[in-house]
């Protein structure tokens, strides 16, 4: 096998791990470990973090799976063409496993069940609730949508995410252990922490579509200001104003110096890619690059709560 094919494969492989979704999966589930030890709580099993894992899945590939045979400048959406009927099934299987889990979780933890509370109720369905929004009140049209609020899109994905990985896996804990769910400290602490990470990133993102943004009159940060003013004056003063909090945080609370440094470096790499954006990068940069972040800071920050 000569260079040339070997690259070809190496290429199919990543639009396969990358496109298709499954990295969200992984990081999904990476950034809810992470955030179960930091609340120093049991792991939840092994069906829950699958269950978070094709949950984002199945949730990241609605959007791409409606038939389309016209040719996009968007190389994912040209992905999702060439491989429609492969990602289709996909998706109906995945969208199969979590109706059988959830009618087994019921059928197992019906008692369970009937003793949620409102307020866990509340939190159970506001992140799902304002994940539909996102994508439209009328679910088969998306007429009517929060992503068309372009300044508002990356807040409400970090919301999304953050209650997924941060409030879920105490809240299922809590849950299935029937014991009463109040959020403390460290929980409102971690919350905001992983909302401001992961809000950046998607910031980051909406520099990748800045010129079908731009035609579609789609109001992004970067649209409504600019490239070098997102950068400066939002991108970089949040990075900086989330790792000084940490360091603060952190030293106010005499954390180990090797913790400290290990969840550090995910801010530090923040910084570092901001200024990256500077130059025009691929979609390829994007997913793995930016998107990596959040597994960085996962495996950092779980690396520091189990050896620190």
Avoid at 53 to 66: A, D, M, N, S
């Amino acid at each position: 096998m000569n260079m040339e094919q070997l690259s070809a494969k190496y290429n199919k492989l990543l639009g396969h791990i990358f496109f298709s979704n499954y990295f969200y999966g992984l990081c999904a589930v990476a950034l809810s470990v992470e955030a179960t030890l930091q609340q120093r709580i049991p792991l939840n099993g092994i069906l829950y973090f699958f269950l978070i894992f094709i949950t984002t899945v199945l949730y990241y590939g609605y959007p791409y799976i409606r038939k389309c045979s016209a040719i996009s400048s968007n190389p994912r959406t040209n992905w999702y063409i060439r491989h429609y009927k492969l990602m289709r099934w996909n998706q109906i299987i995945i969208a199969i496993i979590l109706l059988v889990l959830l009618v087994l979780f019921l059928w197992n933890y019906w008692k369970v069940v009937l003793k949620i509370t409102s307020g866990q109720w509340l939190l159970i369905f506001i992140f799902p609730m304002v994940a539909a929004l996102y994508y439209g009140i009328n679910f088969l049209s998306g007429k009517y949508n929060l992503r068309k609020i372009g300044w508002l899109k990356p807040f409400i994905i970090g919301f999304t995410w953050t209650g997924m990985v941060t409030v879920y896996p105490v809240l299922f804990y809590d849950i299935i252990n029937n014991l009463d769910y109040i959020p403390g400290r460290v929980t409102v602490l971690l919350f905001l922490k992983n909302f401001m990470f992961i809000t950046v990133l998607c910031i980051m993102f909406d520099i990748k579509d800045y010129a079908a943004d731009y035609v579609s009159r789609l109001k992004t940060f970067v649209v409504k200001i600019g490239l070098r003013k997102t950068i400066f004056c939002i991108l970089l003063p949040l990075s900086l104003l989330g790792l000084g909090s940490f360091i603060y945080y952190a030293a106010g609370h005499q954390f180990h110096p090797a913790k400290i440094l290990l969840n550090i470096i995910p801010f530090v790499l923040l910084v570092i890619v901001s200024f990256s954006l500077c130059r025009r990068r691929s979609i390829m940069y994007y997913l793995v690059i930016i998107d990596g972040l959040m597994l960085i800071k996962a495996v950092c920050g779980s690396i520091a709560m189990t050896f620190f």
